[in-house]
């Protein structure tokens, strides 16, 4: 990074430096078309090739769970609902260990939303927060009661790829 915002700083002077004065520019208009193609490309690999379009671990997460979240609320939302295509989704973003605590509760509600029903508008407000290192809540808001509905999920890594592996009470 630090070399980053050195070259960055090489670029702005490079520029600096051709552009000093009207009579510096002519003299050296050949060699400021080169150093302008050096200034252009310095500044670009300064801006773009600093891992900003990388997402950090915890974008990463986020980006998964909102990914989940619109599946499955998509999914869940539907009439009929299908069992088939909402334990495909949650074989794709959950540990072995959630989908065994979740079978093994009887519950009148989907622990997964927190809720016995499913609301498209909740896509609308959903959102999705680090609370500690591996903790995030995942909350939208519930038209029906006007409240903030919020979940917390446990999140690991596994073979490389992020998973739920428990929701916190």
């Known amino acids: ?21 009207p009579t510096v520019m002519l003299a050296n208009l050949k060699k400021s078309k080169t150093n302008i193609l050096i200034a252009i490309a310095l500044l670009y690999c300064s801006t773009y090739g600093t891992g900003q379009t990388k997402l950090s671990e915890n974008e990463k997460i986020k980006k998964i769970l909102k990914e989940f979240y619109i599946s499955y609320i998509n999914e869940s939302a539907k009439n009929p609902v299908s069992i088939q295509n909402l334990n495909k989704i949650k074989s794709n973003y959950c540990t072995k260990k959630m989908l065994l ?17 499913c609301d498209m508008e909740w896509l ?22 006007k409240t903030k509905n919020s979940i917390k999920l446990v999140v690991i890594k596994v073979n490389d790829q992020y998973k739920i592996d428990d929701f916190i009470e």
């Open 124 to 145: 609308k407000t959903l959102s999705v927060s680090r609370s500690k290192k591996s903790v995030f809540i995942v909350s939208f808001i519930d038209n029906y009661s």
């Open 1 to 21: 990074m630090k070399l980053m915002r050195h070259l960055s700083n090489s670029a702005i002077f490079v520029v600096i430096q051709i552009f000093k004065t």
């Open 101 to 117: 605590k979740i079978d093994s509760q009887a519950l009148d509600y989907d622990p997964i939303l927190n809720a016995q029903d």
